[in-house]
């Protein structure tokens, strides 16, 4: 399926043939879209109403000692919370992504594009093609793949594209498997270009990615790093890819978005991120040899330099019209793994952040920062202590329990509307489904993560 898709996808909007594509949706998409999140979050408060959902968890909360005391945790979560997606949706809809006026004369900087591999035999040139199509000067682009000790024939076609490509792309090869990490520090010690731009080599680039990523680090010296829009390549694979495609959506692109206003968005992707290389330098040999409860850190790379760069005092930004395609796994189980690799390295990150965020590491936008953090991990322990409460209604009173569950689709419903503002596509309504097996299913991961952040397996190799 991927392979199909790979060469059809023009990577600059959403596909025209995507599941329900909606073409009336055009410059009206914020008007429309603000109606029916008004419209929707009304029709909470008074199903709500009808449902006694208020009155059924006073009842519920009063019927035992133990549900009373966490009566007061929960409220003020869900006040939080509510308060939270409310600031988050206005600072979102502020966003814009930046551009090149017509008529303003640019000085296009060099860029590097360091691309790590292993066993990608059946990806490794087309991604390669797709960053030397790309609308940017060619005099001014370097390509460096690693081979990062593959087993198949990745590094076959890796030369096979050096023939095409000449000297504008250079080959490392790894004799042995020594991570990613390490690949890319390599190939940043060798690279030319003041900008340095990593891609997965499961991925492929929209042409203007690079030329619109590298934007707003020509306007801002004070910006460190610039992260890409990420979609899902393989979006029709299967009922599964179809929901990535949502989660991807709102929880990266709607998350960087709103960040990306006050500059500081929290993980800038391997996937796709441009990265000013004066910057890396300050701190690119702490950040390879990073450790954690004295364990050497191997994944999060991408995620631990974009807290050093937060940590220097630099801006990080988000650019929704660099667009990079990426294959997402396709089986729960590889999901699930994925997620757990996450997690350790957002635990890990957010512990460090929480270590400097009161302190003066910029002038200006600190604050809003320390909100969103706060905001962010009230979540997790919110989200198990609630899932645990109603499956433990449903044994006391399975009426209450099922109430909830209608209710939960319309607030699941309301949420996957944000995918409509960047695709104009009917496909949102996956998100409902993926609403219940994140809160049912992937409620583990979290504490899971946390008691066993020594382990650094890769989990998805």
């Not at 709102?250 to 800038?268: L, P």
């Not at 503002?421 to 409902?432: D, E, P, Q």
Request: with cysteine.
């Amino acid at each position: 399926m991927w392979e199909k898709t790979f060469d059809d996808i023009d990577l600059e909007t959403q596909p025209k043939d995507s599941l329900f594509y909606i073409p009336s949706f055009k410059e009206s998409t914020d008007p429309i879209l603000i109606f029916f999140i008004i419209l929707t979050s009304v029709l909470i408060v008074v199903v709500a109403i009808k449902l006694c959902i208020f009155q059924l968890w006073i009842e519920f909360l009063g019927s035992n000692p133990f549900l009373r005391i966490s009566t007061y945790p929960l409220v003020i979560s869900a006040i939080i919370i509510a308060t939270g997606i409310v600031f988050r949706t206005i600072l979102w809809f502020r966003y814009k992504p930046q551009t090149i006026e017509a008529g303003e004369e640019v000085e296009w900087p060099s860029v590097t594009v360091i691309m790590p591999a292993l066993n990608e035999e059946e990806l490794i040139e087309k991604s390669i093609n797709s960053i030397f199509t790309t609308k940017y000067p060619q005099d001014k682009l370097e390509v460096i793949c690693i081979n990062d000790g593959s087993t198949d024939l990745t590094l076959y076609y890796m030369m096979r594209a050096k023939q095409r490509y000449g000297d504008r792309l250079k080959v490392i090869n790894f004799e042995n498997n020594l991570g990613k990490r390490k690949a890319l520090y390599v190939a940043l010690r060798k690279s030319r270009g003041e900008i340095i731009v990593t891609v997965d080599t499961d991925s492929k680039i929209g042409r203007t990615a690079i030329r619109n990523l590298v934007i707003p680090l020509i306007k801002d010296e004070r910006t460190g790093a610039v992260a890409g829009r990420v979609a899902v390549l393989n979006e029709k694979e299967n009922f599964l890819t179809r929901m990535l495609s949502i989660r991807y959506s709102i929880s990266f692109n709607f998350g960087r978005a709103y960040q990306s206003v006050y500059g500081a968005v929290f993980c800038c992707p391997g996937a796709l991120t441009a990265y000013r290389k004066t910057i890396l330098k300050k701190f690119i040999h702490s950040w390879i040899n990073q450790k954690f409860l004295k364990v050497p850190c191997t994944y999060g790379e991408d995620r631990a330099l974009t807290t050093q760069i937060l940590k220097a005092g630099y801006l990080t930004r988000f650019q929704s019209n660099a667009l990079v395609y990426t294959k997402v796994p396709t089986k729960v189980t590889q999901m699930s793994m994925m997620y757990l690799r996450w997690t350790r390295s957002y635990i890990r990150e957010s512990i460090l952040f929480a270590k400097f965020m009161f302190s003066k590491y910029r002038t200006k936008n600190r604050i809003i920062p320390i909100f969103d953090f706060i905001f962010l991990n009230i979540l997790h322990p919110f989200h198990i202590f609630f899932t645990g409460i109603l499956v433990y209604s449903f044994s006391v009173n399975p009426i209450f329990f099922l109430r909830h569950m209608a209710f939960l689709v319309i607030i699941s419903f309301l949420l996957s509307l944000y995918y409509l503002r960047t695709n104009r596509s009917l496909a949102f309504l996956y998100g409902i489904p993926y609403a219940f097996i994140t809160a049912f299913c992937l409620w583990w991961i979290v504490p899971y993560a946390a008691f066993t952040m020594k382990n650094q397996s890769w989990l998805t190799r």
